[in-house]
């Protein structure tokens, strides 16, 4: 059974960091590319960030240069690091594999139960 389990969230300030990590279980890892979304309430879920299956990531213009996302072949584990966090940052965030390397959420196969990251001012 795949799993994709989650964790990291939380409660910050402005400016503040988190790492979120995403560990997965009951797949072959490499073989997937992996992203992360959000989805703020009342809003569309939102692409953020996603790695190839070689480790080429990318990043949404709206957190480039403040989130890096970064896989852990070894470790089966993805991890979302998040820097100068801002209050519109404040979302539900979900990782994501699929074999089509895409921006959009409906092609990823698998989902995680999403970890709650607040952003206060």
């Known amino acids: 059974q795949v799993q994709l389990v989650e964790s990291g969230g939380g409660l910050v300030q402005a400016g503040d960091s988190l790492r979120l990590s995403c560990a997965a279980s009951?797949?072959?890892?490499?073989?997937?590319?992996w992203a992360w979304f959000r989805q703020a309430p009342g809003k569309a879920r939102e692409f953020v960030a996603r790695?190839?299956?070689?480790?080429?990531?990318f990043h949404a213009t709206s957190v480039k240069g403040r989130f890096t996302i970064i896989r852990d072949n070894i470790r089966s584990t993805v991890h979302l690091q998040m820097d100068s966090l801002k209050p519109d940052d404040t979302a539900v965030y979900y990782c994501?594999?699929?074999?089509?390397?895409?921006?959009?959420?409906?092609?990823?196969?698998?989902w995680g139960q999403g970890t709650q990251v607040t952003v206060s001012s």
């Open positions: 790695v190839t299956a070689f480790g080429d990531p």
């Open positions: 009951g797949l072959t890892f490499r073989s997937y590319h």
């Open positions: 994501a594999a699929g074999t089509t390397l895409s921006f959009s959420p409906g092609t990823y196969q698998y």
